[in-house]
Nanobody, 116 residues
């Protein structure tokens, strides 16, 4: 299984982006029961969890993104999404997705740059 993130880019403060993560090679019975998360890694900092979603669609958000980001999933497509609104310069980072239950090899991530 390979994780493929996409959707990043350069956006002005206050703007929006929608990140996508595809678990390529995964099968539904493996993808669906797992909890999935989005992580961010800013330059010089450790990777940290910003949002997660369980198999029953319960969600968690870090304080820094709560109310601005929304995580969702589509089991039939083996996809995880992160809707990012009201973006701030401090959201600038590389964003990754991964399983919380049985982490896979990290993908290449997708770069988000928030700057005027």
């Amino acid at each position: 299984v390979r994780l493929v993130e996409s959707g990043g880019g350069l956006v002005q403060p206050g703007g929006s982006l929608r990140l996508s993560c595809r678990a390529s090679g995964s099968i539904f019975s493996v993808f669906a029961p797992q909890d999935w998360g989005w992580y961010s890694q800013a330059p010089g900092k450790q990777r940290e969890l910003v949002a997660s979603i369980t198999d029953s669609r319960s969600t968690y958000y870090a304080d820094s993104v709560n109310g601005r980001f929304t995580i969702s999933r589509d089991n039939s497509r083996k996809m995880v999404y992160l809707q990012m609104n009201s973006l701030k310069p401090e959201d600038t980072a590389v964003y990754y997705c991964n399983s919380l239950n049985d982490p896979l090899r990290w993908g290449q991530g997708t770069q988000v740059n928030v700057s005027s």
